[in-house]
T-cell receptor, first 113, second 116 residues
């Protein structure tokens, strides 16, 4: 069965510091991995995805994520956090053999000025 | 261009009544998804449409839930005999499903359903 875990409900980081939002997954086939962001009073927006190829993928707003097959992880990172990055972040996985996407429970990122 | 739209934005209903939620996907997007997001929880997959067909209905919680799509466009999610546990935000998303079919989804603003 597919599953996604976001172990942290909330991450606090000071503005200008690097940030990491963690995600681990479990699938039986090859994983398709995604990060989405939900800003207050706005719908979910796509940030980045890993399908195949280079393990480090770059996305919108300066975010990047690293696919680690041995650790079954896909952590979201940004070298220097902005207050405007404060939002709810969701990791999602799809097993290559299915149409079904599984979303994590979300991690609330709070960037402090 | 226009994004994914959903209506109504809010719906309050009494237990036992039927409700119908509507989703208008982005034009040309053949894939359409419905999700449920309960307060403080992640997104729960309900159903996937490719065109007007639903190859994966595995997430529908019970036979009170049904969905259809017509014209490879509008989709409606119907909940019959609503229960209080159906209270949630119902999200619709669409994507361009090319041959590889792993494109990002574009989400609508959701319908907040409250069952009293």
């Amino acid at each position: 069965a597919q599953s996604v875990a976001q172990p942290e409900d909330q991450v606090n980081v000071a503005e200008g510091n690097p940030l990491t939002v963690k995600c681990t997954y479990s699938v039986s086939g090859n994983p398709y991995l995604f990060w989405y962001v939900q800003y207050p009073n706005r719908g979910l927006q796509f940030l980045l995805k890993y399908i195949t190829g280079d393990n480090l993928v770059k996305g919108s707003y300066g975010f990047e994520a690293e696919f680690n097959k041995s650790q079954t992880s896909f952590h979201l990172k940004k070298p220097s956090a902005l207050v405007s990055d404060s939002a709810l972040y969701f990791c999602a996985v799809r097993d290559s053999g299915t149409y079904k996407y599984i979303f994590g429970t979300g991690t609330r990122l709070k960037v402090l000025a | 261009g226009a994004g994914v739209s959903q209506s109504p934005s809010n719906k309050v209903t009494e237990k036992g009544k039927d409700v119908e939620l509507r989703c208008d996907p982005i034009s040309g997007h053949t894939a359409l998804y419905w999700y449920r997001q309960r307060l403080g929880q992640g997104l729960e997959f309900l159903i996937y449409f490719q065109g007007n067909s639903a190859p994966d209905k595995s997430g529908l919680p019970s036979d009170r839930f049904s969905a259809e799509r017509t014209g490879e466009s509008v989709s409606t999610l119907t909940i019959q005999r609503t229960q209080q546990e159906d209270s949630a935000v119902y999200l619709c998303a669409s994507s361009y499903a090319g041959t590889a079919h792993y494109n990002e989804q574009f989400f609508g603003p959701g319908t907040r359903l409250t069952v009293l």
